[in-house]
């Protein structure tokens, strides 16, 4: 079964410094994607950033950009130029390809906190 | 229409009582999924529905009753139910059940609140 690890239930920065959040997984599957969903407070879900585990480019959306690191089974996210409505929940997600649908496996999440 | 959404915004209900709650997305997706989720907590698959068929049951109880009248629209019919089911109820839709096309969208949510 698969597992998603972040280990910072809370971070915070100051504005227009730069964050990262960690997040591993575990996985026997060598086919599979990864996400960064953020879940501002009483908003809606949205996604941040997707990685193909076949790509070995990093995936980058603007200020938001990853680290995979496919042998260590790590992707973490970092966030250039932190503005306040960066503050957020952060959740990283695994998804098996070629599984029989597309289920999301959650992490625990990493509160972030944008200080001005 | 880029956008997943959920009526009501909240809803308070009794134990006896039966109510709905309601998912909509106008976007082709083939795929919609109910999650549960408990405050500062990762969001829990329930039920999903792949091309409005129920593909996938993670062992919910059967006072939930999801119900896919269309591809644009998904049901939750709730019933009996316990305090402990008090959560934020998310909607999510993909455009499909499998394959690439799999970034999930989700909607603003239900807070229930079970008394």
């Known amino acids: 079964a698969q597992t998603v690890t972040q280990s910072q239930p809370e971070m915070s920065v100051q504005e227009a410094e730069t964050v990262t959040l960690s997040c591993t997984y575990d996985?026997?599957?060598?086919?599979?994607?990864l996400f960064w969903y953020k879940q501002p407070p009483s908003r809606q879900m949205i996604l941040v950033i997707r990685?193909?585990?076949?790509?070995?480019q990093n995936a980058t959306e603007n200020r938001f950009s990853v680290n995979f690191q496919k042998a260590a089974k790590s992707f973490s996210l970092k966030i250039s130029d932190s503005q306040l409505g960066d503050t957020a929940m952060y959740f990283c997600?695994?998804?098996?390809?070629?599984?029989?649908?597309?289920?999301?496996?959650f992490g625990t999440g990493t509160l972030l906190a944008v200080q001005p | 229409d880029t956008e997943v959404t959920q009526t009501p915004k909240h809803l308070v209900m009794g134990m006896t009582n039966k109510k709905s709650l309601k998912c909509e997305q106008h976007?082709?997706?083939?795929?919609m999924y109910w999650y549960k989720q408990k405050a500062k907590k990762p969001p829990e698959l329930m039920f999903v529905y792949s091309y409005e068929k129920l593909s996938i049951n993670e062992s919910v109880p059967s006072r939930f009753s999801p119900e896919c009248p269309n591809s644009s629209l998904l049901n939750l019919h709730l019933h009996a139910l316990q305090p402990e089911d008090s959560a934020l109820y998310l909607c999510?839709?993909?455009?499909?059940?499998?394959?690439?096309?799999?970034?999930?969208?989700f909607g603003p949510g239900t807070r229930l609140t079970v008394l």
């Open positions: 997600a695994f998804m098996m390809r070629g599984g029989a649908t597309n289920k999301l496996i």
């Open positions: 976007m082709g997706h083939r795929a």
């Open positions: 999510a839709s993909s455009p499909e059940p499998l394959g690439p096309y799999n970034e999930q969208f």
């Open positions: 996985t026997s599957e060598n086919n599979y994607y």
């Open positions: 990685q193909e585990a076949y790509k070995q």
